[in-house]
């Protein structure tokens, strides 16, 4: 089950069985999951605690939302750490590798339809860290299950939403957001983009409750995360 594997509308045995295969037996390791450097002392614990759900916050639209989401689980899946993504259908392979992920631990679900709390479900139950995009606004009663889902099975959820819109009812521990976004790399009408320039802010509840923030290149001109 990897990133050329995707998953177009599985049905949610289906998905349970092919995740409790990819399921490492990681519950009695440590209760935090590695972030690329550039990151660590952004976030809280320095890492992404078992157990949490994060928010993920793009500029217009899902602008570095999606790029945000794959930078913070790059390096777990980098370790071996299985992720997930449901109704992300504009994540791309090339996109996704150059900052990290490692394509070979990524299973796609892009078009869960209106199972897709369901199926995120049914990830979480198998998957150390799973990436949801709701289509719409989310149930209070959907939220707080997907929410606790992740709790009981010590796994990670990251909820992408759109600036200026939220989708999700509660209020997540950590929330992840990108202002700015300058790019660089066309030159007199050639070439194509190969670096962005973003400010990553970090906020939330206890211990994530002081703001911390930093500009960064998401993703660099040679690939991955680093401080500007």
Do not use: N
Not at 104 to 132: E, F, K, N, R
Not at 166 to 183: Q, S
Request: aromatic share 2%.
């Amino acid at each position: 089950m990897a990133l050329s594997q995707a998953l177009p509308r599985p049905a949610v045995p289906e998905l349970r069985e092919l995740a409790g295969r990819a399921r490492p037996i990681s519950l009695a390791r440590d209760r935090l999951l590695p972030v690329l450097p550039a990151l660590a002392d952004l976030l809280p614990e320095a890492g992404l605690r078992r157990g949490t759900t994060l928010g993920v916050t793009g500029g217009p639209g899902h602008s570095g939302a999606t790029s945000t989401a794959l930078a913070l689980v790059a390096a777990s899946s980098a370790a071996g750490t299985w992720c997930a993504a449901v109704g992300m259908p504009a994540l791309g392979a090339v996109a996704a590798a150059e900052l990290g992920v490692d394509l070979a631990h990524l299973a796609l679900v892009p078009s869960a339809g209106p199972q897709w709390a369901t199926v995120a479900a049914a990830l979480l139950d198998a998957l150390d860290i799973v990436m949801v995009q709701p289509p719409s606004l989310v149930r209070s009663a959907d939220a707080r299950r997907l929410s606790a889902r992740a709790r009981e099975r010590g796994s990670v959820l990251l909820v992408l939403e759109p600036a200026g819109r939220t989708r999700w009812p509660e209020a997540p521990r950590v929330r992840v957001r990108v202002e700015g976004g300058r790019w660089q790399g066309l030159g007199r009408g050639h070439g194509r983009l190969t670096a962005r320039q973003v400010e990553m802010v970090v906020d939330g509840r206890g211990t994530a409750s002081r703001e911390r923030r930093a500009k960064l290149w998401l993703p660099a001109p040679s690939g991955g995360v680093e401080r500007v």
